[in-house]
């Protein structure tokens, strides 16, 4: 898996101008502000700051609560089952995070996750970003969770190749139904290469893997984490080279 380019983990950066991007547009719908007379800020400083420096902070400073507005994965998974499409995103998730874009299945009953979306943004090579309908929608409806929660981001890594197979680097990802997703803890200016370094972040890991949990039908995991093993027994297991992202197995 390809290491990130980050520097070190910063509490709250100072808002920073950015081009706009899917994230940006989404922010508004998903940041609701309770009532209060304390600060606020614009979607766009909300967005900014987070995608500069990450963490819960960039919510509070602004007196803002992340929506807490999910998928329902059991209607969802079954709506794409029955090849309901995009169709499905906007009847059973909250659409201003789901709206898209969702692209097309391919040949191969695949599709490519975009390279960003709201609490995500891929890494690695882009043949790699292919899953089935329900994987995709996962990864996205999993990074609103975390982000939400945390106020940092996914790392997403290699999925599948278009037809399914893998990249020929290391085992597995065939079928589009396993992920990589780097430990968290790495924000845009943060890089955080192993669990060993003190930038790893283990609570936001843990919230990371609860909320799989929570979403419901994964087969297995892997992280080189024998705390996070041992809170997760049975569910999260050890191999080698799995010491810089968590690896995620869910049923086709």
């Known amino acids: 898996m390809k290491q990130m380019f980050f520097a070190t983990l910063v509490g709250l950066a100072a808002f920073?101008?950015?081009?706009?991007?899917?994230?940006?547009e989404q922010a508004a719908s998903v940041l609701t502000a309770p009532p209060s007379t304390g600060l606020m800020c614009s979607a766009k400083q909300i967005t900014d700051c987070t995608e500069s420096?990450?963490?819960?902070?960039?919510?509070?400073?602004?007196?803002?609560?992340p929506s807490?507005?999910?998928c329902d994965m059991e209607a969802l998974d079954k709506c794409l089952d029955n090849k309901g499409g995009n169709g499905c995103y906007k009847k059973h998730c909250d659409g201003s995070v789901h709206s898209g874009p969702f692209n097309p299945a391919n040949g191969s009953g695949l599709m490519k996750l975009p390279s960003?979306?709201?609490?995500?943004q891929t890494f690695d090579v882009e043949y790699m970003r292919y899953g089935q309908p329900k994987t995709i929608a996962r990864?996205?409806?999993?990074?609103?969770?975390?982000?939400?929660?945390?106020g940092l981001k996914l790392f997403v890594g290699d999925i599948?190749?278009?037809?399914?197979?893998n990249s020929g680097r290391h085992a597995g990802h065939y079928d589009g139904v396993e992920v990589d997703i780097a430990i968290m803890g790495n924000?845009?200016?943060?890089?955080?290469?192993t669990i060993w370094e003190s930038c790893y972040a283990r609570p936001a890991q843990i919230t990371l893997i609860n909320e799989i949990l929570n979403m419901g039908g994964s087969t297995g995991m892997l992280l080189n984490d024998g705390n996070v093993q041992a809170?997760?027994?049975?569910?999260?297991?050890?191999?080698?080279?799995?010491?810089?992202?968590?690896?995620?197995?869910?049923?086709?």
Do not use: M
Not at 187 to 193: A, G, I, L
């Open 16 to 24: 920073a101008a950015c081009t706009k991007s899917e994230s940006q």
């Open 53 to 65: 420096a990450g963490g819960l902070p960039c919510f509070t400073r602004c007196n803002l609560q």
């Open 68 to 70: 807490d507005k999910f």
């Open 116 to 120: 960003e979306g709201y609490g995500y």
């Open 139 to 150: 990864i996205k409806e999993l990074a609103v969770r975390v982000f939400n929660k945390t």
């Open 160 to 165: 599948s190749n278009s037809s399914g197979g």
């Open 187 to 193: 924000t845009p200016t943060v890089s955080c290469f």
């Open 231 to 252: 809170r997760f027994n049975g569910f999260v297991g050890s191999a080698y080279g799995h010491d810089n992202h968590l690896h995620v197995n869910w049923p086709r």
